[in-house]
């Protein structure tokens, strides 16, 4: 996709939720073929600007998300784009079934727009956490998973989302998420960013980890260990060459991401090394566990998804890799 058609200047300081609703009425007004599809939840995912602005384009199916799905793939054989928006939870898991068989397996255009993602809804406990959603996604044959950081991202991934051909899965969480990137920030699907220099060791994040990725080269840099950090928005497909560049130039990698360690990112990048260049890596995110219920900020340091915690598992990777050497 070329340059992109949405101006940024109403995109800065929101969260990624709201990004996203604003985006999709720029996008409606560009693209006639688009329609959007709720499930009794487009004042959550902020899909009612778009409806109050399209009211023949929009369609509520109730707290039905299967239903939605389904209707979405036939949307999609009319030549319609139909963006199917819910929690991840209950787009990943409720209409698991349905996003398999009735969209990837046919490989149709439809898009997936999922928020609350992650830990996002932290207060309503398991079965409202959206951490399994990208190793259930990852596993469907044709889908493609992005996750975008900041809300000038969302907007820009919401754009490219639209214009790309065949099914997609964008996440996103639900609150505010500080500002990583400018106005003339480029985002193109596949192809990760890299935020910061350093050849000690690699740090790979997305979402809101990303930004406690941030955090953590900060302070190993005071301690004179030069972090690369690296933005990898696009899960699936997952940018190899960056991956496999990083690993040889830095000999070691961290992952960091708000879902369970099994299947996600920090498999995804390990997947990649083992193959082609096998090096220390270690993954944070969610272990073995269910997360409980509370806050979100005391979910996260529960769980170890902070910057503290990122700066131990650098130290150790690199510690690792020096042993190699020896």
Do not use: W
């Not at 604003?22 to 329609?35: Q, R, Y």
């Not at 959206?130 to 907007?155: G, H, K, Q, Y």
């Not at 639209?162 to 596949?190: A, H, N, Q, T, W």
């Amino acid at each position: 996709m070329g340059k992109s058609t949405i101006s940024m200047k109403d995109f800065e300081d929101i969260s990624l939720r709201d990004a996203f609703g604003k985006a999709l009425v720029l996008m409606g007004e560009k693209v006639p073929e688009l329609v959007l599809l709720g499930a009794d939840s487009l004042g959550s995912t902020r899909g009612a600007a778009f409806a109050k602005r399209f009211p023949q384009r929009t369609f509520n199916f109730g707290i039905a998300e299967q239903e939605m799905i389904t209707a979405a793939a036939g949307f999609a054989t009319c030549g319609k784009i139909p963006i199917a928006t819910a929690y991840g939870f209950l787009i990943s898991m409720r209409a698991c079934e349905q996003v398999r068989t009735d969209i990837c397996y046919p490989n149709l255009n439809v898009k997936l727009m999922a928020t609350h993602t992650g830990l996002s809804m932290a207060t309503g406990g398991t079965t409202h956490h959206c951490t399994e959603d990208i190793a259930i996604m990852r596993s469907f044959a044709n889908l493609t998973i992005v996750a975008p950081s900041d809300a000038v991202e969302t907007a820009k991934a919401v754009e490219s989302v639209i214009y790309y051909p065949g099914p997609v899965y964008l996440r996103m969480g639900r609150g505010e998420i500080p500002k990583i990137y400018s106005r003339d920030y480029k985002f193109e699907i596949g192809k990760s960013i890299l935020l910061r220099e350093g050849n000690d060791i690699t740090i790979i994040a997305f979402g809101i980890m990303l930004v406690e990725a941030l955090k953590a080269a900060e302070i190993l840099a005071k301690e004179n260990i030069q972090a690369r950090v690296i933005n990898m928005h696009t899960i699936k497909p997952i940018d190899k060459d960056t991956i496999i560049n990083a690993a040889s130039e830095t000999g070691a990698i961290v992952t960091a991401e708000e879902h369970t360690i099994y299947g996600g990112l920090g498999e995804a990048v390990a997947g990649v090394t083992s193959a082609f260049y096998p090096i220390p890596l270690i993954r944070i995110g969610i272990q073995d566990t269910f997360c409980g219920i509370g806050p979100e900020d005391g979910l996260r340091k529960k769980l170890g998804l902070t910057a503290q915690n990122i700066v131990k598992a650098s130290k150790k990777a690199i510690l690792m890799k020096n042993k190699e050497m020896i």
